[in-house]
């Protein structure tokens, strides 16, 4: 029973990885060169929400050509 919740968790991680725009070699290469897992989730977390954020309106102050 245990192993498969662990394996939904990691289909779930895996899937919400992908929508971030994280492929899973990318997600693999990650853990293997010393991201923790949690570290990760945040990264697809912030890339998520990232996402729906709505753009910044171009203020006097910026540079950028809008």
């Not at 693999?28 to 990760?40: A, F, N, S």
Request: aromatic share 6%.
């Amino acid at each position: 029973m245990e192993k498969t919740s662990l394996t939904v968790a990691i289909g779930k991680l895996a899937i919400a990885g992908e929508e971030a725009g994280f492929t899973l070699e990318q997600m693999i290469q990650l853990l293997d060169d010393g991201l923790t897992v949690e570290t990760l989730l945040d990264l697809i977390s912030w890339r998520l929400n990232a996402a729906y954020l709505p753009p910044a309106p171009c203020g006097t102050s910026s540079r950028w050509v809008c």
